[in-house]
Nanobody, 124 residues
Framework: QVHLVESGGGLVQAGGSLRLSCAAS????????MGWFCQAPGKEHEFVAY????????TYADSVKGRFFISRDNGKMTLYLQMNGLKPEDTAVYYC?????????????????WGQGTQVTVAS
């Protein structure tokens, strides 16, 4: 089991940047592949980015490619999402999630543990 806590959200102008963090409280963090999802009001969870347990591979949603970058530091038990060139349509609650399946998935039900989310609001 792994407990996840996101931070780093906030209000930013369009074109600005934010860096989200997701801190785990267990050393087992390094055993999990990780993902970022977002959820806008009235919508389902939407896949944003994925990273393997050893950072060997990353995958991004088309909508964020070239703007967002996922990374992790297993020694610090922390996952990151660098968000650049933010757009108003990026406004959502952002969640990190952990999956024991060492295989890429963009489906929320493939992920075993979730954080509580952090709000990102992009003003036009």
């Amino acid at each position: 089991q792994v407990h996840l806590v996101e931070s780093g959200g906030g209000l930013v102008q369009a074109g600005g940047s934010l860096r989200l963090s997701c801190a785990a409280s267990e050393r087992t963090f390094s055993n999990y592949a990780m993902g970022w999802f977002c959820q806008a009001p009235g919508k389902e969870h939407e896949f944003v980015a994925y990273i393997t347990w050893n950072s060997g591979s990353t995958t991004y949603a088309d909508s964020v490619k070239g703007r967002f970058f996922i990374s992790r530091d297993n020694g610090k038990m922390t996952l990151y999402l660098q968000m650049n060139g933010l757009k108003p349509e990026d406004t959502a609650v952002y969640y990190c999630a952990a999956t024991a399946r060492q295989r890429y998935s963009d489906q929320p039900n493939s992920y075993d543990y979730w954080g509580q989310g952090t709000q990102v609001t992009v003003a036009s």
